[in-house]
């Protein structure tokens, strides 16, 4: 079956600069990730802050062009798209709703503005219809000619929700949707984001840096470390029997008392290491209290199998 979004071999490298005088340095940011989701399905990607998912979430939404590999939509590539085509499959909703509303306009025309530019209806059809999924999404209509300023974050959220579903895409995806929330309002919007999946048969694809989110929501899990990809199954399956050991120490940060504060310090130390300068062998080396001799020298390639895929010398020594 043609999965309905599908990265292969992606990569993203940025030149940057390092300081004056000196030569510009190339940052992998995303290293060769293959992603596969089914239509319908919520493929969940967790990793600390700089592990490359929101750079991924950019090439998804065809914002940010990939330096090598491709991103597929029904097995077309995005590239070749239309970009107005694209906007009407698939469209975000980001972390901080309120950097990414406009100030200045009001809710309902926020909501409305995809409609606008696709030139959907009349101008009062185009409200009706904001106003339709600002009370789907569990805005009364009062509240359509107010501006973001005068709503709280997750009423805010709300709104960005309204606006990306306004347009009935068919892959959302969510890059960080409740981090910004308090803890309360996280709950609502992530019930608010699954009932929203069934009534409009939604695929998401789901950025957080906190598994405890993810396993909420997702329905198949891929972990990223520096770039990669390092594990990729089920969610049922990864709670239950996490492989990798990075997966492993995520998983025990759900288990502290604030989650939201990443992976704790388990002995493997906080420090993420400098993409500029990556590990040589496993990129988790240097942070692995499993590691082998031969971590530290050879990369580990992603090993398939029916428990789903995972890139770890523990593993494919037993092949
Ligand atoms: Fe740890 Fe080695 Fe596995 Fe990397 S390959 S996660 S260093 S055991």
Same mark, same amino acid.
């Given at each position: 079956?043609?999965?309905?979004?599908?990265?292969?071999?992606?990569?993203?490298?940025?030149?940057?600069?390092? @300081?004056?005088?000196?030569?510009?340095?190339?940052?992998?940011?995303?290293?060769?990730?293959?992603?596969?989701?089914?239509?319908?399905?919520?493929?969940?990607?967790?990793?600390?802050?700089?592990?490359?998912?929101?750079?991924?979430?950019?090439?998804?939404?065809?914002?940010?062009?990939?330096?090598?590999?491709?991103?597929?939509?029904? @097995? $077309?590539?995005?590239?070749?798209?239309?970009?107005? %085509?694209?906007?009407?499959?698939?469209?975000?909703?980001?972390? %901080?709703?309120?950097?990414?509303?406009?100030?200045?306009?009001?809710?309902?025309?926020?909501?409305?503005?995809?409609?606008?530019?696709?030139?959907?209806?009349?101008?009062?059809?185009?409200?009706?219809?904001?106003?339709?999924?600002?009370?789907?999404?569990?805005?009364?209509?009062?509240?359509?000619?107010?501006?973001?300023?005068?709503?709280?974050?997750?009423?805010? $959220?709300?709104?960005?929700?309204?606006?990306?579903?306004?347009?009935?895409?068919?892959?959302?995806?969510? %890059?960080?949707?409740?981090?910004?929330?308090?803890?309360?309002?996280?709950? $609502?919007?992530?019930?608010?984001?699954? %009932?929203?999946?069934?009534?409009?048969?939604?695929?998401?694809?789901?950025?957080?840096?906190?598994?405890?989110?993810?396993?909420?929501?997702?329905?198949?899990?891929?972990?990223?470390?520096?770039?990669?990809?390092?594990? $990729?199954?089920?969610?049922?399956?990864?709670?239950?029997?996490?492989?990798?050991?990075?997966?492993?120490?995520?998983?025990?940060?759900?288990?502290?008392?604030?989650?939201?504060?990443?992976?704790?310090?388990?002995?493997? @130390?906080?420090?993420?290491?400098?993409?500029?300068?990556?590990?040589?062998?496993?990129?988790?080396?240097?942070?692995?209290?499993?590691?082998?001799?031969?971590?530290?020298?050879?990369?580990?390639?992603?090993?398939?199998?029916?428990?789903?895929?995972?890139?770890?010398?523990?593993?494919?020594?037993?092949?």
């Amino acid at each position: 079956m043609t999965a309905l979004i599908e990265t292969r071999d992606l990569q993203r490298t940025f030149s940057v600069s390092v @300081g004056m005088f000196k030569p510009r340095q190339t940052l992998h940011a995303v290293n060769g990730v293959d992603l596969s989701v089914q239509r319908k399905d919520v493929l969940g990607i967790v990793g600390e802050s700089g592990c490359g998912k929101s750079t991924l979430a950019r090439m998804l939404l065809g914002l940010t062009p990939p330096s090598r590999g491709s991103v597929l939509i029904d @097995g $077309q590539d995005i590239s070749k798209i239309d970009r107005r %085509d694209l906007a009407r499959r698939v469209q975000p909703i980001f972390q %901080d709703p309120y950097s990414s509303l406009n100030p200045r306009r009001t809710i309902a025309s926020i909501v409305s503005f995809p409609l606008d530019v696709l030139g959907v209806g009349t101008r009062s059809e185009r409200r009706k219809k904001a106003i339709e999924m600002l009370e789907r999404v569990g805005l009364p209509a009062r509240y359509a000619d107010n501006t973001p300023g005068q709503l709280s974050g997750g009423q805010r $959220q709300r709104v960005a929700i309204a606006r990306a579903l306004v347009i009935n895409p068919e892959i959302v995806i969510c %890059d960080e949707p409740t981090s910004a929330l308090d803890v309360s309002v996280q709950a $609502q919007i992530l019930n608010l984001l699954l %009932d929203l999946r069934k009534e409009f048969n939604l695929t998401y694809v789901f950025i957080s840096h906190n598994l405890a989110v993810v396993e909420h929501i997702a329905t198949q899990v891929a972990v990223m470390y520096l770039g990669r990809v390092v594990e $990729q199954t089920q969610t049922a399956e990864l709670f239950k029997h996490p492989r990798h050991p990075y997966t492993q120490a995520l998983l025990a940060s759900v288990l502290t008392p604030e989650p939201g504060l990443g992976i704790p310090d388990m002995g493997l @130390g906080l420090s993420f290491p400098d993409p500029l300068h990556p590990p040589t062998g496993c990129s988790f080396h240097p942070r692995c209290q499993q590691r082998r001799p031969e971590c530290s020298v050879d990369h580990p390639h992603l090993l398939r199998d029916a428990h789903g895929e995972v890139a770890c010398h523990l593993y494919t020594a037993k092949t």
